[in-house]
């Protein structure tokens, strides 16, 4: 990601323990690793997100292409994206079903 070398990690933790000193460089680096963290965790979750989101994209593409074909003679990547919607409605409506 970054192209820090060892040299460079050296030079910036000798800069913080000259600033802030022997008592709060270890306070520093905590907060630091927590930031980096949950930065990196947004950028994970917003992955995910953005991954799903695409998925339901092309499930809805397969939708439009399957009801313009009248749901006969599907390629099996459609009929794999119809059966899966299938089985997702059918999941929404189960706890609604009365006994």
Do not use: W
């Not at 323990?17 to 979750?45: D, F, H, Q, Y």
């Not at 292409?65 to 919607?85: M, N, W």
């Amino acid at each position: 990601m970054f192209d820090i070398g060892f040299f460079e990690i050296l030079v910036i933790g000798v800069l913080a323990l000259l600033v802030l000193g022997p008592e709060r460089l270890p306070g520093a680096i905590r907060s630091t690793l927590k930031t980096v963290r949950s930065v990196r965790n947004m950028a994970s979750g917003f992955k995910q997100e953005v991954e799903h989101q695409l998925r339901v994209h092309e499930l809805h593409e397969n939708l439009k292409k399957a009801e313009q074909q009248g749901l006969k003679d599907l390629t099996p990547e459609l009929q794999d994206s119809v059966d899966e919607l299938k089985k997702a409605a059918e999941s929404v409506q189960e706890p609604y079903k009365k006994p």
